[in-house]
Nanobody
Framework: QLQLVESGGGLVQAGGSLRLSCAASIRTFNVYFIAWFRQAPGKEREFVARIAHIGGATWYADSVNDRFTISRDDDKNTVYLQMDSLKPEDAAVYYC????????????WGQGTQVSVSS
């Protein structure tokens, strides 16, 4: 059973940076797409970024493109989300999720990590 644990959240001033980590508890990490989602209070959960299992192709939501960078280190079973030029509207609970290459849904989710951005 794949387990995901996020870390790296915190409080940062607008314009600052944070790096989130998503550590996986499985060796066959490289057969999963990994994505970051976020949910702000009173809002629906939204997609932030995704990285492919092989080759590292990435996708981003328009709202974070050019400010956030997703990367993965399969030797460490970890995916990162580097967040730069943070805005107050980026504040949310950030979740990482995994989708097996044979699946069409994100079946594994972490517990989330809080990101707060002060203006």
């Amino acid at each position: 059973q794949l387990q995901l644990v996020e870390s790296g959240g915190g409080l940062v001033q607008a314009g600052g940076s944070l790096r989130l980590s998503c550590a996986a508890s499985i060796r066959t990490f490289n057969v999963y797409f990994i994505a970051w989602f976020r949910q702000a209070p009173g809002k629906e959960r939204e997609f932030v970024a995704r990285i492919a299992h092989i080759g590292g192709a990435t996708w981003y939501a328009d709202s974070v493109n050019d400010r956030f960078t997703i990367s993965r280190d399969d030797d460490k079973n970890t995916v990162y989300l580097q967040m730069d030029s943070l805005k107050p509207e980026d504040a949310a609970v950030y979740y990482c999720a995994a989708r097996h290459i044979d699946s069409s849904t994100y079946d594994y989710w972490g517990q989330g990590t809080q990101v707060s951005v002060s203006s």
